[in-house]
Nanobody, 114 residues
Framework: VQLQASGGGLVQAGGSLRLSCAAS????????MGWYRQAPGKQRELVASITSGDITNYVDSVKGRFTIFRDNAKNTVYLQMNSLKPEDTAVYYCRLGGVRGDYWGKGTQVTVSS
C-alpha cells in the first residue's frame, strides 16, 4: 500500500486548505484512514480519522473547523481545514490502518501565518 499526500502550503490565519491522500496498491477493507500532524518539538498527534463506514473522530482543537471525508471509489481521504490558526502549523501525515497493516504517507507541510 502506498499513500500520496498533497495540498499543503502557506496560508494566512483564517484561511482554508484542503489536504488529499490517495491510497494505491493492495488496499484492504475495512480500514481506518486518518490525518496526523507533528509540529516542531512536539509529538505526532491524531487530527482526524474516518472508518470505512464513515465514522469520524476529531481532536478537540479542530472540531468545528476541520472536516475529514473519504471517497472510497478513489481510495482517497481528504481533510478540509477552515479557520486555520498559527497553531495548526505542522507537517501533516496520512495513515491507513487495519488488520492487514499500518501504512503512512510522506508528510505535507502546512504553515499558517499570523
Amino acid at each position: 500500500v502506498q499513500l500520496q499526500a498533497s495540498g499543503g502550503g502557506l496560508v494566512q490565519a483564517g484561511g482554508s486548505l484542503r489536504l488529499s491522500c490517495a491510497a494505491s496498491g493492495s488496499i484492504f477493507s475495512p480500514n481506518v484512514m486518518g490525518w496526523y500532524r507533528q509540529a516542531p518539538g512536539k509529538q505526532r498527534e491524531l487530527v482526524a480519522s474516518i472508518t470505512s463506514g464513515d465514522i469520524t473522530n476529531y481532536v478537540d482543537s479542530v472540531k468545528g473547523r476541520f472536516t475529514i471525508f473519504r471517497d472510497n471509489a478513489k481510495n482517497t481521504v481528504y481533510l478540509q481545514m477552515n479557520s486555520l490558526k498559527p497553531e495548526d502549523t505542522a507537517v501533516y501525515y496520512c495513515r491507513l490502518g487495519g488488520v492487514r497493516g499500518d501504512y503512512w504517507g510522506k508528510g505535507t507541510q502546512v504553515t499558517v501565518s499570523s
